[in-house]
Structures are given as C-alpha cells and as structure tokens.
C-alpha cells in the first residue's frame, strides 16, 4: 500500500513551514529587547551582590588621614626554582 504525495500537499506543507519560519522571526524581533533587559537585569544584580558580598568582607578600618599609606597584603615573593634549566648567555651577531 504504497501513498503518493499530492503536488497540493507539498505546497501545503512548503507554505506552512514558512508561515511558522517567518512568523518566529517577527515574534524574535518583537520579543529580543524585552529577553535582552531581563538578561542585562539580571547580570546586573548578581554583579551588584557580589560585590556587596566584597564590601561586607572588608574589614572595616578606622578612617584614614589625608597621604596616610596602608598595606594590606605583602605579595608573595617568587623565588626561582634552581633544577628548571640552566641559563644560556648569547651575544647578538651582526
């Protein structure tokens, strides 16, 4: 029982697919500003909450003087590993 298609049936389904193709472009214009708001919103506020989380951590100083200098943290100091290779001195060639 074999079917053949119809040359009505397929035009049918042609225009179809691109009424739903068409139609979900127009709908993704209408609607990509609003979704885009809500994203940038959204970032927005998990930025915003990480940085207060940053400032509740902070230790909360006395306030400084005008040119008063403070260091919070010393910076590891990186030592070089003596057993990575050994140092190959050149002279530049002209």
Do not use: C, W
């Amino acid at each position: 029982m074999l079917q053949h298609a119809s040359v009505v049936g397929v035009i049918r389904t042609i225009l179809i697919i691109m009424l739903i193709y068409f139609g979900v472009k127009i709908l993704a214009r209408l609607f990509a500003p609003f979704l885009l708001k809500f994203v940038a919103k959204k970032a927005e506020q998990r930025f915003g909450d990480q940085f207060g989380q940053f400032q509740r951590n902070r230790p909360q100083d006395k306030p400084k003087k005008e040119g008063e200098i403070t260091i919070d943290k010393i910076p590891n100091t990186k030592t070089s590993n003596k057993d990575v290779g050994d140092y190959v001195d050149y002279e530049e060639i002209e």
